[in-house]
C-alpha cells in the first residue's frame, strides 16, 4: 500500500471547521437562485476568483454574503450534508463543527429552521460513521449583550451544541468584552473556545 492510501485509510478527527465556511461555489449561485437572493457574482469563476483574498476583513466580506443564501431549514441540511460527506470521504470520523446563528437570525432566519437541518444532516452523518459535535459561535463584532439573546435563543437547543465560541473581525474587539457571556454559557456547562489572533 503506498503512503496516500495509508493515510486516506487512517481514521482522522476534523477539531476546526467553520459550517457556513464550507458553502462550495456551485450551490452558493445554486440557493441564491432558488431563494432570489442577489449576489455579486455572476459565475462559479468570479465567486472563485473572490477567494483570491488578502486579509480576515476580506474574507470576512465573502463569507458573510455567502451565508446570505441560506434561507430554509433544507438550505442547512443541504450545506451540511455536502460538508459532512466531503470529509467523511477523508476518512474523518469526528467532526467539530462552528455554527455562527447570529448571522443568519439577523436576516430573520428562525432558530428553529437553522437546527431543523443542521441537526438532520448530523444524524445522517452518525448512520455513516461520522460524529458531529456543533460549537455555537458569537460573532465578535456585535455586542455581548446581542450574545446573550443567542445564547438565549439557543436554550431549547443547548443538547445539541457541546460548547461556545468567538469569531469574526478581531480587530477591535477584544474577547474580553464577551466575558459575562463567557461565563453564563460557562455555568450552563458548555465547553469554551474563541479564535484569537
Request: proline share 4%; with cysteine; aromatic share 10%.
Amino acid at each position: 500500500m503506498d503512503r496516500a492510501a495509508f493515510i486516506q485509510g487512517l481514521p482522522k478527527a476534523e477539531l476546526h471547521l467553520h459550517i457556513e465556511g464550507s458553502l462550495e461555489p456551485a450551490m452558493m449561485l445554486d440557493l441564491a437562485g432558488r431563494n432570489g437572493v442577489e449576489l455579486p457574482y455572476a459565475d462559479i469563476a468570479e465567486v472563485r476568483a473572490a477567494y483570491q483574498f488578502s486579509n480576515l476583513q476580506d474574507f470576512l466580506d465573502l463569507y458573510y454574503a455567502g451565508m446570505g443564501v441560506l434561507r430554509r431549514a433544507s438550505d442547512f441540511f443541504a450545506l451540511a450534508d455536502a460538508c459532512f460527506r466531503r470529509v467523511g470521504a477523508d476518512n474523518v470520523t469526528h467532526l467539530e463543527c462552528f455554527v455562527d446563528p447570529q448571522a443568519h437570525l439577523c436576516r430573520g432566519v428562525r432558530f428553529q429552521d437553522l437546527m431543523q437541518g443542521l441537526n438532520e444532516a448530523v444524524r445522517q452523518a452518525a448512520g455513516r460513521g461520522l460524529e458531529v459535535s456543533l460549537i455555537l459561535c458569537f460573532l465578535r463584532h456585535l455586542s455581548e449583550r446581542e450574545a446573550f439573546g443567542t445564547l438565549e435563543d439557543a436554550e431549547p437547543y443547548h443538547g445539541d451544541f457541546i460548547g461556545v465560541g468567538l469569531d469574526s473581525s478581531e480587530l477591535g474587539h477584544p474577547p474580553r468584552k464577551f466575558r459575562n457571556v463567557f461565563a453564563a454559557a460557562r455555568d450552563l456547562g458548555f465547553k469554551l473556545t474563541a479564535h484569537a489572533g
